[in-house]
C-alpha cells in the first residue's frame, strides 16, 4: 500500500498543481483575495486602450483611463476638464497635481474594489511614487506595450474611437463592422482633436522625455515589470497579456 501512494505521490502532487492552477485563472478574479492592479504602460497608440477594454472584460476589472477621463470632463465642459484641454490639444501631459487627485478619487469609488486596469496613468515619476502609496496592501504589475515611434504614427492616425462607450477601432487593421459605428455599443466613430501628425509627434517626445524612464523604475521593483510584443496582431498581443496576468495572479 505505502509503495502504491510512494509511485502515485508524483501524480497527486502534479494534478494538485494544475488544479490550483486552475482555480486561480485570472478571468475569475472572484477568488483572488488581494485587490489586482494591472499598469498597462507604453507610448501613444501602443494598444493600451484596445487591450485594457478587454482586459476588464475578462477579469472584471474596470479599466481606467485618465486620458478618458479627461475627454468626459472636457464633453462636460467641466472645470476640470478646461484646465486640462490646452495642455491635450498640444500633446502634452497635465499636471501631476491635477492628474492625481482625479484618479484617486475614480479609484476609491467601490467598482475598484477588487482591483483595476490603468492605462495612460502612472505618465511621470512623480505619478508612479504617488500611486505606489495607494498600493500598500494590494497586488499590482506593470505590463510595457512596445511599438516603434514610426508605426504609433501610423496606427494614431488612422484611429477612430467610439464618442460613447471609447473603444479605438483603426481605418485598415481593425475596422468596424458597419462604418461610423461602433460594433460594441452602435455609438457614433469620431477622430480625437489631439490624432494629427504633428500632435502624436509632439506626443511622442513627451512619452521619451517624462513616461519612457518608468520602464526603469518599475524594472527596479522586484517581479513587477514585464514587456510585450504589441507589434503583432491584436490577438496574439491580447493572449500575451493574458499570460503574463495568469502568471502574477495569486
Ligand atoms: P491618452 O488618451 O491616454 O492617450 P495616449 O497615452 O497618447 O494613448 P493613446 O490613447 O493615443 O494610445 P493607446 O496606447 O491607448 O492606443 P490604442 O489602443 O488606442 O492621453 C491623452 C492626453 O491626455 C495626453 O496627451 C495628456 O495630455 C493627457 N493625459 C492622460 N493621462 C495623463 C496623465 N497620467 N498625466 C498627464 N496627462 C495625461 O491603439 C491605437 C490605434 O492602433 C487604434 O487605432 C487601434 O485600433 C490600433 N491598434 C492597437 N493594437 C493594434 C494591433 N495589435 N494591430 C493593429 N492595430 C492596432
Known sequence: MKRIFII????????????IKTYFKADDMEKVEKPFVVILLGPPGAGKGTHAVELSKKLGLPHISTGDLFRENLKNNTQLGQKAKAYMEKGNLVPDDVVLDMLFARVSKEDCKKGYILDGFPRTIAQAKALKGKLKDVDYIAINLQVED??????????????????????????????????????????????????????????????????????????????????????????NLMDIIDKNIR
Do not use: W
Open 150 to 239: 514610426e508605426k504609433l504614427i501610423e496606427r494614431i492616425t488612422n484611429r477612430i474611437m467610439c464618442r460613447s462607450c471609447g473603444t479605438p477601432f483603426h481605418k485598415i487593421f481593425l475596422p468596424p463592422k458597419e462604418e461610423g459605428k461602433c460594433d460594441k455599443c452602435g455609438g457614433e466613430l469620431y477622430q480625437r482633436d489631439d490624432d494629427t501628425e504633428a500632435v502624436v509627434k509632439e506626443r511622442l517626445k513627451v512619452y521619451h522625455d517624462q513616461t519612457e524612464p518608468l520602464i526603469e523604475y518599475y524594472a527596479n521593483e522586484e517581479k513587477v515589470l514585464s514587456n510585450v510584443d504589441s507589434r503583432g496582431a491584436k490577438d496574439i498581443v491580447f493572449n
Open 8 to 19: 502515485f505521490l508524483p501524480l497527486i502532487v502534479l494534478f494538485s498543481y494544475f488544479l
